[in-house]
């Protein structure tokens, strides 16, 4: 058989199942592998500001790519990218954590050597990632094939992330080639459960008098939305996406009513989930934060729940039940119910406004005067907060795609997201949402879109501070305040090419001109700041930091 070396070996699996960009910043520890990476055909190396920022990056790169990776070196590179991959685990978000650790000559000696904790023991980082990742590999020179194959199937199948350790004088000892691609693993049925499942679900289908869906961010994480499509169509019922699953269903269809956010939702939206008789929920977890905090009023006993891998009737589970097979049997076992598909095609949002040039920004009219700049096939980033509640508000035209990261919800994160979706699409329009407390954590990483040539349009909400937390607690308080930067001359200081466009805008007609400029100017950075109010949030933060503030300390905000 054919010879190549460790980390040859990792850097082949990963190009097959679709890697094309590994994120990090490099290490002692890994710079043999990092030469490996330089120097292997259709697998790019990004350099990141830090780790933390190249841990999003992966996990944006890997909700469009569908993998991400990132390699940072053992302890304290590892550990400042960890709390990007605990988002990437809460958001079921597949990535490969490669790290760098000391020789294993210096481990077994237990030798005090840099970036150890001094005592001999050198698992104390490798204990944190096992808390966050669904499978961990110490590599050898034996053990490298099964156990490279192993956490990269395991991440592919449960879309979580993986950890391998990739010891300094192990990257580059030879061993067998693959013989064969990866076969990636995905989830499947046994037949007998699935057809007891089909059963009883037909059976609560058909004795319900109106039927609708509801779909969840699974779907996307396993590439289902046309089975949905399909289940809908044949239903002929209303669907309604969680803010975590936006654009997965297309807002476009004749079918879709909205986003569903408990009482949060539009009202049409919330009737026609909460009154059905029978509703399908794909894919869905109920959030705080995704149900306006928890004010979802569902009965679960007309409830058909399906999952990647378990389905449940009425409370009944059935477990070895692929979503995927359940969606493709049950849209074959149904005929469609053209009446219901007429009763919504009347439905208008009227979420339409035009600029009025001489007013002064405010959230109320900012965001559907954003939604007139989409255009079909955009990238929506959204950071949490202010950005992801009013972004989840604008109807998305077709083959548009949004991210955010409701339920981790760790602000900072979208602007290295930014940079690993385009680098996931790169022939789309990528947009980025995001407030000026978010952009101060990790602003560095604007540095690295600017240096690789990327031309994304970010819109920045200057508000003076965390005004979604004023919505919790402490609208005055010094604590949800921020340093002022002149954000348009930081991004002049990133750019020394001269590529970007920056812009400050306070009235309707500034954003639209800035908007015009945009859409004018593709092949380069656009920086829009926009100005508003401390304390002006569109309703939805409002009445979702009551609920928090309920919920957390048992009062609503003064």
Sequence with gaps: MAECTVGDYLLQRLREIGVRHVFGVPG????????????????????NCN?????YAADGYARLNGIGALVTTFSVGELSALNGIGGAYAESVPLVSI???????VVRDRQTVHHSTGDGDFSHAAKCASEYTVAQALLSRDNAAPEIDRALSLCWLLKRPVYIMLPADVAGQPIDAPAQPLELPEPTSDPVKLAKFVHQARDLLGASGSVAVLVGHEV??????????GLAEALGAPVACLSSAKGVFPESHELFVGGYAGA??????RTAIEDAECLITVG???TDSTTGGFTQHIDPQRVIELHPAAATVAGTCHSHVAMRDALEALAGAIRPTAAVTQSLMGHDSGYGVRADPAERLVQERFWPLLGTFLEPGDVVIAEQGTSYFGGAAIPLPRDCSFIGQPLWGSIGYTLPALLGSMLAAPDRRHVLLIGDGSFQLTAQELATVLRLGLNPVIVLINNDGYTVE???LGPEAAYNGIAPWRYDKLVEAFDPADRAISVKVRTEGELAAALDAAAANRDRLVFVEAVMDRLDAPESVVRIGKAFAAADYHHAPV
């Excluded at 949060?264 to 939206?269: G, K, N, Q, T, V």
């Design 264 to 269: 949060l939702s539009d009202p049409y939206a």
């Design 28 to 47: 002692d520890y890994q710079l043999e592998f990092l030469d490996q990476i330089e120097a292997t055909d259709g697998i790019e190396w990004v350099g």
């Design 99 to 105: 790290v760098g650790t000391p020789a294993t000559f």
């Design 51 to 55: 780790e933390l920022n190249a841990a």
């Design 220 to 229: 996307d994480r396993y590439r289902l939305s046309s089975p949905v499509i």
């Design 284 to 286: 869905c977890e109920f």
């Design 470 to 472: 004023r919505c919790i």
